[in-house]
């Protein structure tokens, strides 16, 4: 699925971010050659997010712009 919306608009995945509040979230963006970020809040498991170590970790998504110009 990540790979159908990145060939749909042309973005390679080093140029793509999956932001999601569940270890799945940071293991379908590793399948899928994408930058990955855990937020913090929603209904995914704090704990295991953290485990999966997502390349980024936020609280809030307006941290999110603090790591992308």
């Not at 990540?2 to 940071?26: E, K, N, Q, S, Y």
């Not at 990955?36 to 995914?44: E, Q």
């Amino acid at each position: 699925m990540i790979h159908d919306a990145l060939d749909r608009f042309g973005i390679l995945p080093a140029h793509a971010v999956i932001v999601g509040d569940g270890d799945t979230d940071v293991e379908a963006g590793r399948r899928a050659g994408v930058i990955t970020c855990g937020v913090t809040y929603g209904l995914g498991n704090k704990e295991g997010l953290i485990a999966a170590q997502p390349d980024v970790l936020i609280g809030a998504l307006a941290e999110l712009s603090g790591y992308f110009y």
